[in-house]
Antibody, heavy 121, light 108 residues
Framework: QVQLQESGPGLVKPSETLSLTCSVS??????????WSWIRQPPGKGLEWIGY???????NSNPSLKNRVTLSLDTSKSQFSLRLSSVTAADTAVYFC?????????????WGQGTLVTVSS | EIVMTQSPATLSVSPGERATLSCRAS??????LAWYQQKPGQAPRLLIY???TRATGIPARFSGSGSGTEFTLTISSLQSEDFAVYYC??????????FGGGTKVEIK
């Protein structure tokens, strides 16, 4: 059973870069035909797709965030990461990492528990 | 960007009753529509994809229907564990992948 776990600072200052890592256990980020994604949810609000990375390192992200998003993969550690630059209070959210079903990139069947990141000085 | 609109925002239902949730897309998404359930403090859970196919392990009381711009999630007989927020998500025209604003199903 694959498990995902987000980690990273819970507090980030405005204009700085948010960095989160998702650790994958029970499977590898480099095996199979899976895609690895980030989705966020501002407190009390709905879900917003951030982007995905494949095992080959190809990425795609939400155009509304594209210039600020960097996605990367560390196969040796079975981890993938999100960096979001120039953050503002609007980036305060619970950040989820998730895995797509095989050969699918557009839905998610395994999720991490989520981690709250607050942007505040 | 395709905008997904869910209604109602809140649905009050008694246990054992049927719940019908709606999702509308701003343009056709064909059958590229998924439904998720989210309980407080938890990650979303995939219920339905392809508008009507249940994900692995999802009980038969959950069913999805629709195509184009109008979709429905039906829970045939609400159980206590079904009270949650439900989100629809389109994946026909992306990026971006987009979600509806959610419908909260609460106990009447």
């Amino acid at each position: 059973q694959v498990q995902l776990q987000e980690s990273g600072p819970g507090l980030v200052k405005p204009s700085e870069t948010l960095s989160l890592t998702c650790s994958v256990s029970g499977g590898s980020v480099s095996s199979g035909s899976y895609y690895w994604s980030w989705i966020r949810q501002p407190p009390g609000k709905g879900l917003e797709w951030i982007g995905y990375i494949s095992k080959s390192g190809s990425t795609n992200s939400n155009p509304s965030l594209k210039n600020r998003v960097t996605l990367s993969l560390d196969t040796s550690k079975s981890q993938f990461s999100l960096r979001l630059s120039s953050v503002t209070a609007a980036d305060t959210a619970v950040y989820f990492c998730a895995r797509s079903p095989p050969a699918t990139v557009t839905t998610w069947d395994y999720w991490g528990q989520g981690t709250l990141v607050t942007v505040s000085s | 960007e395709i905008v997904m609109t869910q209604s109602p925002a809140t649905l009050s239902v008694s246990p054992g009753e049927r719940a019908t949730l709606s999702c509308r897309a701003s343009q056709s998404v064909s059958s590229s529509l998924a439904w998720y359930q989210q309980k407080p403090g938890q990650a979303p859970r995939l219920l339905i994809y392809g508008a009507s196919t249940r994900a692995t392990g999802i009980p038969a009381r959950f069913s999805g229907s629709g195509s184009g711009t109008e979709f429905t999630l039906t829970i045939s007989s609400l159980q206590s564990e079904d009270f949650a927020v439900y989100y629809c998500q389109q994946y026909n025209n992306w990026p971006p992948l987009t979600f509806g604003g959610g419908t909260k199903v609460e106990i009447k």
